[in-house]
């Protein structure tokens, strides 16, 4: 079993629609969560972290976290074409490593 | 602004060569990482470190080994490059994680091609 899980995608929305990406994580010390976004030849980019249980807003997007069920989502509502990346799960486990998942690809269409 | 400057953007090495890839960042972290990316695999943690001379292996060091003499600069080092080790290279770098928040902040990649 792979330390982070994403769906590959692509994830297709149009153009306003809430975009939901999802994670999963297998361990259990995990201390905190991130999603990075990534366009096409670009190094990742934080959009959000978050640590306690519940949800957490910033914008158009919205991170949860159910430590119980080892799950983490991130919704982007009022999804934009310049949304279009990829969005990649990280989870910083006990002892300082960094996870990241393979990511999910999400098109936002006009 | 927080600056993680990996020395290459391109690289192209022949089978056995030894490579070299550096690693620099100005935000004082303890932490610094590599990782390779690949088409439908996403990163994979190579290597990372949280203090100078300290490494711990990530999930697929093999093949791969790093050096950490000062803590601004973390090197990642192929000892015999072969033709499987084609790929984006990530350097990245954070704080350590006495707060919740230990964002890691990446480099520019470097994309290296072994022929």
């Known amino acids: 079993q792979k330390e982070v899980e994403q769906n590959s995608g692509p994830l297709s929305v149009p153009e306003g629609a809430i975009a939901s990406l999802n994670c999963t994580y297998s361990?259990?010390?995990?201390?905190?969560f991130f999603w990075y976004r990534q366009y096409s030849g670009k190094s990742p980019e934080l959009i959000m972290f978050?640590?306690?249980?519940g949800d957490k807003e910033d914008g158009r997007f919205t991170a949860q976290l159910n430590k119980a069920s080892q799950y983490v989502s991130l919704l982007i509502r009022d999804s934009q074409p310049s949304d279009s990346a990829t969005y990649l799960c990280?989870?910083?486990?006990?002892?300082?490593?960094?996870?990241f998942g393979a990511g999910t690809i999400l098109r936002v269409k006009s | 602004d927080v600056k993680v400057t990996q020395s290459s953007r391109y690289l192209v090495k022949r089978t056995g060569e030894k490579v070299f890839l550096e690693c620099v960042q100005d935000?004082?972290?303890?932490?610094m990482f590599w990782y390779r990316q690949d088409p439908g695999l996403g990163l994979r943690l190579i290597y990372f470190?949280?203090?100078?001379?300290?490494?711990e292996k990530g999930d697929i060091p093999e093949g791969y080994s790093v050096s950490r003499e000062k803590k601004e600069r973390f090197s990642l080092i192929l000892e015999s490059a072969s033709t499987n080790q084609t790929s984006m290279y990530l350097c990245?770098?954070?704080?350590?994680?006495?707060?919740?928040?230990?964002?890691?902040?990446f480099g520019q990649g470097t994309r290296l091609t072994v022929v």
């Open positions: 990280a989870v910083r486990e006990y002892g300082n490593k960094l996870v």
């Open positions: 470190s949280y203090d100078v001379k300290m490494k």
């Open positions: 361990d259990r010390g995990s201390q905190s």
């Open positions: 935000m004082d972290h303890e932490n």
């Open positions: 990245a770098s954070s704080f350590l994680p006495w707060g919740a928040n230990t964002e890691a902040f």
């Open positions: 978050i640590y306690s249980n």
